[in-house]
């Protein structure tokens, strides 16, 4: 048994963020007029060390925490991030291990990655047109890099691969279906995600928002769908497959259909703070703690202490007055 919020959630996951530091400047993410040469980064000693993140990750589990996924900023720009997946591995109680990474490391990365005890991928991957790709990455890697550790994963043994796009309206809208193409093609799971009004910098607009229902129904004009159940309660992604077999699709409509009601996902972020949700404005300080000498009981208390009192919705809520709170980056927080 585990702790349970306000609203009758358990705590389940958590994304941990490794560092706020990216290759990529995605505009929807870290737009470079905000993330420029002079922006003021975190410094290496204030980041957690992967003995600190182990040890905040064995409270959470104490409060019913099965699956750790480790994002960023890029988590694979931390050095030696092999060392910390190995150390989560053998957290008792955490039986799935997962990554969402840019990709762009993953040539080089993924068999120690693999070795370490890494579970599953996800690679974000918003086009597979390389003008599209490098207009919304706004950077100078190749997209074949990308493919590149896409194919890199699959030769280390990672099986169900999944990709992550974030559909912008009139920026990559029109390349949702050579997107399903080419992960049906290599059996990867395509899921669409919903442009979020996450953070204040990258000046999200409604109107620039896809509905998923749009991009399903772009999808199976040309490869018919069919809806699936989900795999668990609190899955984010709402699950399509394709009538001739051919895999799956997720959709993950934050916007138009938010799922705050099953939402079981805690947030650390690169500096020991607890989020209790993507749009939260502050977090509970744990490197206080963990570095004031507090033992693993008190550390435990207080995860389950912001759990018990949690009530975030803010997808649910989502109106032009909640649009005018201040709230922390993704990049920062962990997507
Ligand atoms: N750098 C890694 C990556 O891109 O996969 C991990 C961190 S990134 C913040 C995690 C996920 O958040 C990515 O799949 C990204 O596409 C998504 N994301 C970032 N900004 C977003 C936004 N405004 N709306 C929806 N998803 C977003
Ligand atoms: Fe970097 Fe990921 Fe954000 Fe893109 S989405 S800027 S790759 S952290
Ligand atoms: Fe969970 Fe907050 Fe997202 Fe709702 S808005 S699904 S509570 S992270």
Redesign the pocket.
Known sequence: MGVVDRLDRPLRDLRVSVTDRCNFRCTYCMPREAFGADFAFLDREELLTFEEITRVVRAFARHGVRKVRLTGGEPLVRRDIERLVAMLAAVEGVDDIALTTNGSLLPRKAPALRAAGLGRVTVSLDSVDEQVFSSMADVDVPLARVLDGIEAAREAGFETIKLNAVVKRGVNDDGVVALARYAREGGLVARFIEYMDVGTTNGWRLDEVVPAVEVVRRIDAVFPLEPLDPNYTGEVATRYRYRDGGGEIGIVS?VTR???RT?T?ARLSAIGELYT???AAGGRDLRGLLRGGAGDDELAAAIGGSWLGRV?????LRSAATAAVPRVEMSYIGG
């Open positions: 934050s938010p799922f705050c939402c996902r949700c993507l749009f975030d919705r803010y997808s649910e």
